[in-house]
């Protein structure tokens, strides 16, 4: 079987044995409207997806970056040390 078919069945059933039975925690920065394109076979990405979608709870994250921010914060912190020891 090729291995990119395989890779998708290999993920179906991980979703599969974990369905209504564990939790299964999902982040991705690709948006959920583009995950069916991505996994790429029609019919095995709607059997994934709906053991993801059904039951979900998703939580969209919206602003900059936590790491630019904390960049930032780093760079005013470097530039007042600069300023302070001048």
């Known amino acids: 079987m090729h291995s990119a078919i395989q890779q998708r069945l290999d993920l179906l ?8 039975r564990k939790s299964t925690l ?7 409207a583009q995950w ?14 709906d053991r993801i979608v059904h039951n979900s709870h998703r939580i969209a994250l919206e602003g900059d ?4 921010q904390k960049q930032t914060s780093l760079l005013t912190e470097t530039r007042n040390a600069e300023i302070n020891n001048k």
């Open 26 to 32: 999902i982040t991705a920065q690709l948006p959920v």
């Open 65 to 68: 970056s936590m790491r630019k």
């Open 36 to 49: 069916h394109e991505m996994v790429g076979e029609p019919t095995i990405a709607d059997a994934i997806l």
């Open 13 to 20: 059933e991980i979703f599969e044995e974990r369905y209504r």
